[in-house]
Each structure stands twice: as structure tokens, then as C-alpha cells.
């Protein structure tokens, strides 16, 4: 993989594709982070996403990729990722990452929120904390973005972030290993690997019209993980408990265009101190 992958760019046209795809899967989080409720299945949300893209003249990603059976992963708790939809009931104070993708005219869109059922007030602090490590290290690594860096060194920026939330909440935090964010575009996973960790090899070299979905996956444990018999459902080793945020980035001449938040990234990209660049 090293020194191999490729950072394809994107013309400004096909950047605002994408941002359609975008505003899709932005949009349909934004309505699920409304509707997950106690008593609420996952399968629930996830016919509630298929008929929201659906009527966004849009696809979802997932359902039938690779043979997945949903149009959203809905990963709870101890689930880190690719959680398949069904008929487990939420309850106050679960931890529940949801991911999501979207196709509008051949160009992806994926992104993924985690939240907790019943809102902080039934969550367990660390809990909390997790979720907003993992949120901060997401930023932190958009901010890194920029033309003339190696893909790769987005690693190190996401991994001092959470080591300093992991100082400053005085929690032991794990980075899953051997799940990465990645490139998308006319296919929802690309080149190139987008890491969560410190790696040598700076990667192929960011460009104006590269675009990347950037997904930091964190745990209140060990970076280990295992997968379920279903052969979808990846859950922490330890049973602890597991985070995950991303969103798909566009390198632009002004800065980054966040594409899969529903403002672009306005807000979140000032707040971290990086030029917002979106496309007329």
C-alpha cells in the first residue's frame, strides 16, 4: 500500500456533485439525530434514512454493498462500525453511531454522527467525553487538509488530538486499528488510505480537488476489535464502548468544503482556525 495509492482531484463540476450527494447524506443524519428515540429500533431508522434519500432523488451507498443489508450501519455501544439495521429497540443512554452514504448522479457522499439516545442528560459522562474526543480529532484532521501534505500525515494530527482529549478528560482512549477513512468520489471507498494513527510514509501529496472522507474511530479502551459472525458487525475487544464521526472534505482553491455538512463546515472550520472554501 505505501508509496503505491494514488489522490485523484476532482474538477470544481464534479466537486458540486459530490456536494449534492453531500447535502443528502448531511441532511438525512440531521433527521436521524431528530427521530432516534428509547423504544426506536435500528431498522426503523434505517427505513426512515431509505425513504429520505429515496425521496432526494438519490441511492443509498450501502444497501446491497458487498451484499450489506441496510441503507444505514447503525453501530451501538460496544459496536465500532457496520452495524447492521434490525431489530434491536434503542434505549436511553446508548451510544449509537450512525453512518451513512448517499448516491446522486454516479458521486458519493458519506458521513457518520454518533449521539446518545435520550441526549446527555442519560448519558454516562465519559460517554460524553468519548463522543466529543472523537468529534475534536474528525476537525482536527480536516483542518490538516491542505494542498502540499501527505494524505497519510492526516494520522498524526488525529492521533495527537485524541491522546491530548485523552489527557485533558483523564480517560483511556483507543483508536480501532485497521479501519481508516479513504477517498470517494464516482466509488464510495477509493484511493487513498486515509489513516486515524501515526504511519512513516507521508502518502500520495493533497492537490486542489482531492476529496476524502475523513472517519476517526474511537474507543473508551484498547484499539483491538473483532468482528461478529454476521460478517458485518465490528465490536471493541474489550466491550467497551466506541465512537465514530466523518465526513466527506473537498481541497478547493479557498480552503475546504466540508461536503457532507449541511453548512459546508462553515462554523466548525473557523473554530479550528481553517479557511472555508466552498464552491459557487
Known amino acids: 500500500m505505501f508509496g503505491r495509492e494514488k489522490l485523484p482531484v476532482k474538477t470544481p463540476e464534479q466537486v458540486l456533485l459530490m456536494r449534492r450527494a453531500g447535502l443528502v447524506v448531511g441532511r438525512c443524519l440531521e433527521l436521524l439525530a431528530g427521530r432516534a428515540s428509547a423504544g426506536m429500533t435500528t431498522g426503523e431508522l434505517d427505513r426512515v434514512a431509505e425513504e429520505f434519500i429515496r425521496d432526494q432523488g438519490a441511492t443509498p451507498s450501502f444497501l446491497g454493498y458487498q451484499g450489506f443489508p441496510g441503507s444505514l450501519c447503525v453501530s451501538v455501544n460496544e459496536q465500532v462500525v457496520h452495524g447492521i439495521p434490525g431489530d434491536r429497540a434503542l434505549a436511553d443512554g446508548d451510544l449509537v453511531s450512525i453512518d451513512c452514504g448517499a448516491i446522486v448522479d454516479g458521486w458519493h457522499g458519506d458521513a457518520a454522527i454518533t449521539l446518545i439516545v435520550g ?41 495527537d488530538s485524541v491522546e491530548a482529549s485523552e489527557l485533558e478528560d483523564e480517560l483511556t482512549y483507543g483508536i480501532v486499528d485497521g479501519y481508516t477513512g479513504h477517498g470517494i468520489g464516482t466509488s464510495m471507498h477509493m484511493e487513498p488510505t486515509v489513516f486515524n494513527e501515526r504511519v512513516r510514509p507521508r502518502g500520495p501529496v493533497v492537490r486542489t480537488g482531492a476529496t476524502v472522507a475523513i472517519e476517526p ?51 466548525d472550520l473557523a473554530q479550528v482556525g481553517a479557511a472555508y472554501g466552498p464552491l459557487a
Open 217 to 267: 474511530m474511537v474507543t473508551l479502551g484498547t484499539h483491538e476489535s473483532r468482528e461478529l459472525d454476521d460478517e458485518w458487525t465490528v465490536v471493541t475487544q474489550d466491550g467497551s464502548r466506541s465512537a465514530h464521526w466523518e465526513h466527506t472534505v473537498a481541497v478547493t482553491e479557498g480552503g475546504v468544503w466540508v461536503l457532507t455538512a449541511v453548512d459546508g463546515g462553515e462554523a
Open 119 to 159: 441526549g446527555d442528560a442519560a448519558a454516562r459522562p465519559e460517554d460524553v467525553a468519548l463522543s466529543a474526543a472523537t468529534r475534536r480529532a474528525l476537525w482536527a484532521g480536516i483542518a490538516a487538509l491542505k494542498p502540499g501534505v501527505g494524505i497519510y500525515e492526516l494520522g498524526s494530527v488525529i492521533q
